[in-house]
C-alpha cells in the first residue's frame, strides 16, 4: 500500500501535540531493584535486630499503659472525666440495658420470669416488623425468633438484639444530624471526613481494649463499642443522600422561597429518606457484627458462647450460636432492606455507581445493595390504602395485646420451654445440634483432609513462611527502608511520609518484630483473595448469567459478621495462621469480588466491540482491555480487600493466628498484658493507616 | 493496492441474511410467524427481527452506503457481517470465503487481516496512547513492537497527525479520536473496512472534514467499504451504490442518481425530497428522447454528467443540447428540463 503525505489538517482546534511529559517512571525496575537490595541484605543480615519480644515479655510503653489502666481502675471514680462524664454514660447505658432485659428475657425481681414473655415479644415483634416491612419480613422474624427459642438460645440472643438495636437508636439519634450538618456545611465535611476514614480504617478488634479502658467491661462498654463502630456509615451515607438531592430541585425550592428549614424538612429529608434507610441497614449490620466481637469486653449475648466453643476447640458448641448469629443477621438485613423499599416513592435516590463514588471518599462499609440493582425494583402498588392499613394495624394490636398478656401469666408462655425431650423439637435443640454438627465435622474433616493440609502446607511453604522469614527475620530498619521506598515508588511522596510515620509508631509499640508477622498474613491474605476475586470477578463482568447466580451469594456471606467465618475455618484448619487467613479470605473475598466485577462491567462496551473486530482472543480481551481498563477499580479492591483481610487476620489471633491479634486477646484475658495488648492495638491501626494511605495514592496515581 | 484476492467476483456476498433477536430466533425462523410485520411477531413472541432476508453484492473497490433511520437494523447489518452478533440465518461471503461457515480461529483470523471496523465512539482503548491503539490490532495478531510501532506511525502520517502519537485518547477532540479510528482500522492493512455511523458523534464541519479525509484515503488506498449512516446527503456524497434499510428490510439499492432520481416508494421518496436534486441527479434524468429539434452542431454533453455540472453549458446555449452516452445520441436536454430539477427543489427548500 502506497502511503502518501497527507494534506496538513485543518482544525482550528484546541489541543497541541503531546510532548510525553509522561515521566516514565519504571515501576516496575524499582520494585524489582528493591527487592534486590532486599534480599541480598536480608541473606547477609537474616535474624540480626529483628526487635523480637517474648510474649510474656514489655517494654517501658507497656508498663505504662498498664499504669494508666491502674490509674483509671483506682481513682477514675472520683475523676470529673472518668467518673463523671463515662461514667455517667455507662450507667446510663447499663440501665437502659439492664430494663430491656428484663423486659424481655430475664427474670424481673420479685418476678421469676420477665415482663413480657417470649410469646409477647415474638407477637410485639411481629407486628412491629409487619407494620415497617411487610409480610416476608414478618414470616422471617418469627421463624428466627422461634429458632432462637427452640434452640435454647433465647437469652443471649435477646441480648445481642438488644445490644444491636439499642445501639443502632444512638446510632440514630447521634448519626442523623451530624449527616444532615456535614451535608449542608462543608467546612464540618472536611473536618470529620478524615475522622470518619480513621474510623473505619481501623479493624474492630481495636476499638476493644481502649473502650474497656473508658468504659470498663460489661453491657455498657459493648454497647459503647458497637455504637463507635456503627456510626461511620450512617453518617456517611446520610450526608450522601442528602447531598445528592439534585442540584435544580434545590434551586426550585429556594425559588420558591423556602426557609433553610423547611428546603431540609420538606424537601432534602423526604428525597433523602430511601438513602438513609440503606443507611440504617449498613449501620445495623455493623453494629451486630460489632455487639458479637464485644464478647471480648464481657459484653453479653451470642459473642461469648461462640468464643467459648473457639476457644475449646469444639467446632458444635461454637457453630449453634454461630447459626443464630448469621440468622439474627439474615432477619435484620432482610427486615431494613425491605424497610427501605417500602419507603420508596419513586425514585428518591440518586444512582451511585460503587468505585466512582467510593474513591470520591464514600468507603462504604460494603457495595450497597442499592448500587447494584435496579432502584425502582422493590416498588409494587400496594393493596390497601393508607387508612386501611392503620385499621387493620390497629386490629391486629388486639392479638398482640393479649399474647402479651398470656405470655405474663403462664410460665410456658413466658420463659421458652426446654425442648430436649419434645418429640421433632428435641432434634432442634442446642446440645444436639452441636452434637449433630460435631459428628458432621467429624466425618468431613478427614475426608477432605488431604485436599486441605495439601492447601494449608503449600500455601504456608511456598508463600507464607518464606514471606513471613523475608518480613520478620530482616533487620528492622531494613524492613522500615523498604516499605518507604516500596510506598515511594507506587504512591510517590505522601504515602512515603505515611508509611515513616506509621513506622514511627508500629516501633515505638515495642512491637516491630509481631507487626511484621501479621503484615506478612495481611500480604498472603490480600494476595489469595485477589486471586479469587480476580477469577470470580472477571467471570460475573464478563457473563451477565454467572453475575446473577453468583451475586446473591457474596450478598449472603457479606451480611455474615467477620466473627462466625471463624467457626468454619477452624472446623477445617484447625488451629493456626491458616485459619485465620482463610477465615480472611471468606470475608474479604466477596466485596473484593464485587468491585472487580462491576469494574469489568463499567468498561465501555464499544471499546469492547472494537477490541472484538480487531480479533482479539478472550485472554487477549482480559489482559489487554478489560483488566488496564478496570485498574482502578482493581486498586479499590486490593485497598477494600487489605483493610478487610487486617481486621479479621487480626481477629484470627484468638484461633492460633498469633501475632498482634493474640497480643490483642492477652490483653483482655491476661491482667498484666493489658498495656501490651493496648499497644498492639495502636500498631494494628498504624499498619492499617499505612496500607491503605499506599493504596488510595497508588489508586490515585494510576488512575488513567 | 491490495484487491489481491481471486480478481472477478464481489469483495463481499450477502445472501438471505436474517438476525431475530431473542432466545428462540432460530426457531422462528423457520416458522410461519417469520413473515409477520415486526411489531406483531414482538408482540406474539417477544422476539425482535433485527434483519430481514437482506441480500446484496459490494464489488472490489465500491463504497458502499447502507442508510436508514436509527431501529431501521442498520448497525446490526454491519455487525452480522463480521458476526460481532451471529446471524441467524444467511450467508455472508468475503471474496468467496464464507464467514458464517468460519470456525473461531478462522473468524478471529478474518477479524485480524481482512477487515476492519470504525465505530462511532471511536472505541480507543483509553489507558493507551493513541499509537499503541493504533497498533493493537497488529499487536493481536501478534506483531513484533518494532515492525508495529512503525507500521502505525505510518498510518498517523495518513491520516495527517503526525505529532499527536503520544496523546492519550481523551486528550484530543473527536475529530482527531476518530481520524485515529481510522488509522487504527487501516493499520491491520484490511481487504474490507466497515464504517458504523463514524462521524455521527461529531459536529458538521468536523464531519464535511472527515468525509473528504475518507474520500481521499479511498483515492489513496482503494479500499472496499461498507458504510453505515443515517445522513442521507452522508450517503450521497460518499456512496457509490446505497442500500436503503426500513424496519430490517432493504428498501432500494441503487446508485445516488437511483435513489433520488426514482425513489423505489414514498418512504424514500420522503426521505430524499430535501435533497438538492441538481446535485446529485444526472442528465439521464432530465433529458427528454430525441425529438429532431436538437441541432447536430449542438453541445455535447454526457448522460452520466451531474446536472449542476452541466446546467451552465445548456442555459448558455439557446435551443436544446444533445445528450450522448459512448457516442450515441440518447437524449436532449434544454433550459426549461434544468431550470424544473432546480426550480423544484427551490420551491420545496
Known sequence: MSVVAAPPVVSSKEEQPYVDPE????????????????LVLWLALRGHQTRELGLQDKTGFHDWLNEVRDWVQLHGADNWFFGGVLG????????????????????AFPRPVPEIGWLG????????????????????????????????????????????????????????????????????????????????????????????????????????????YALPPLIRITEHGIRSVPETTVEAARSMGMTQRQLLWQ?????????????????????????????FVAGPGLGPLVNSGLQNQNVGVAAVPGLAIVLMAIMLDRTTTAASERTSKGGGIASVSGPGVMLAGVVLERLPRWATEDAGKGEKRPRLTAAGRSSLLAVLLIPVLVAVWLSRYTLSLAEFPDVSNTPVLKYLDGASLAQDINDFTDWLVPAVDTFTLALKDDVSNWLLNPLQSLLADSPWWVMAGVLIAFAWTVGGWRPAVVTVLCEAVIFGTGLWNDSMVTLTMTIVATLLTMLVALVIGVAMGRNRRVDVITRPFLDAFQTIPPFVYLVPALALFGVGRFTAIVAAIAYAAPIATKLVADGIRGVSPTTVEAARASGSTAWQMITKVQLPMARQALVLATNQGLLYVLSMVVIGGTVGGGSLGYIVYSGFTQDPLFGKGLAAGIAITAIGIMLDRIARSAAARHGR | ?????????????????????????????????????????????????????????????????????SGSGKSTLVRLLTRLIEPTAGKVELYGEDITAMNDKALL?????????????????????????????????????????????????????????????????????????????????????????????????????????????????????????????????????????????????????????????????????????????????VMRDPDGTEATDAPVLQADQIVRDAARVVLDYDGPCRVERGGDLVGIVDDEDILRVVVAEEASA
Open chain 1, 267 to 295: 424537601v432534602q429529608l423526604p428525597m433523602a429518606r430511601r438513602t438513609i434507610v440503606v443507611g440504617i441497614n449498613q449501620s445495623t449490620m455493623a453494629a451486630l457484627s460489632m455487639a458479637v466481637i464485644a464478647a
Open chain 2, 109 to 285: 483470523e478474518t477479524r485480524r487481516t481482512k477487515v476492519s471496523m470504525v465505530f462511532q465512539h471511536f472505541g480507543l482503548l483509553p489507558h493507551r496512547k493513541v499509537i499503541d491503539n493504533i497498533a493493537f490490532g497488529l499487536e493481536v495478531r501478534g506483531e513484533g513492537r518494532g515492525a508495529r510501532r512503525n507500521r502505525a506511525q505510518e498510518m498517523v502520517d495518513l491520516v495527517g497527525l503526525s505529532g499527536y502519537e503520544n496523546n492519550y485518547p481523551d486528550q484530543l477532540s473527536g475529530g482527531k479520536q476518530q481520524r485515529f479510528g481510522l488509522a487504527r482500522a487501516l493499520a491491520a492493512d484490511p481487504e474490507v473496512l466497515m464504517f458504523d455511523e463514524p462521524f455521527s458523534a461529531l459536529d458538521p464541519l468536523i464531519r464535511r472534514d472527515m468525509q473528504n479525509e475518507v474520500i481521499r484515503l479511498h483515492k489513496e488506498v482503494g479500499k472496499t467499504m461498507v458504510f453505515i449512516t443515517h445522513d442521507l446527503s452522508e450517503a450521497l456524497k460518499l456512496g457509490d451504490r446505497i442500500l436503503i434499510m426500513r424496519d430490517g428490510e432493504i428498501v432500494q439499492i441503487g446508485a445516488p442518481d437511483e435513489v433520488v432520481g426514482a425513489p423505489a416508494d414514498d418512504y424514500v421518496r420522503d426521505f430524499t425530497s430535501e435533497v438538492p436534486k441538481s446535485h446529485v441527479l444526472t442528465l439521464k434524468w
Open chain 2, 1 to 69: 493496492m491490495t484487491q489481491t484476492q481471486n480478481g472477478s467476483g464481489p469483495a463481499l456476498h450477502v445472501e438471505g441474511l436474517w438476525k431475530i433477536f431473542g432466545p428462540n430466533g432460530d426457531k422462528i425462523i423457520k416458522s410461519a410467524d417469520a413473515q409477520l410485520p415486526r411489531k406483531e411477531l414482538q408482540e406474539k413472541t417477544g422476539h425482535v427481527v433485527g434483519i430481514r432476508d437482506v441480500s446484496f453484492d459490494v464489488a472490489p473497490g465500491e463504497v458502499f452506503v447502507v442508510m436508514g433511520l
Open chain 1, 121 to 228: 415479644v415474638v407477637a410485639l415483634a411481629t407486628w412491629a416488623t409487619y407494620a415497617a416491612a411487610g409480610l416476608r419480613a414478618t414470616l422471617l422474624v418469627v421463624f428466627s425468633l422461634l429458632a432462637f427459642g427452640v434452640t435454647g438460645l433465647w437469652s443471649p440472643s435477646m441480648d445481642t438484639l438488644i445490644i444491636t438495636l439499642f445501639s443502632v437508636l444512638l446510632c440514630i439519634i447521634v448519626g442523623l444530624p451530624v449527616g444532615v450538618l456535614m451535608a449542608r456545611r462543608d467546612r464540618v465535611s472536611a473536618a470529620i471526613t478524615p475522622l470518619l476514614d480513621a474510623m473505619q480504617t481501623m479493624p474492630s478488634f481495636v476499638y476493644l481494649l481502649p473502650m474497656a479502658l473508658f468504659f470498663g467491661i460489661g453491657a455498657a462498654c459493648a454497647v459503647a463499642i458497637t455504637v463507635v
Open chain 1, 23 to 38: 515521566r516514565n517512571r519504571h515501576t516496575g525496575y524499582k520494585l524489582l531493584a528493591i527487592l534486590m537490595v532486599w
Open chain 1, 88 to 107: 455517667g454514660i455507662a450507667d446510663f447505658f447499663n440501665a437502659v440495658f439492664e430494663f430491656i432485659q428484663k423486659l424481655v428475657s430475664v427474670g
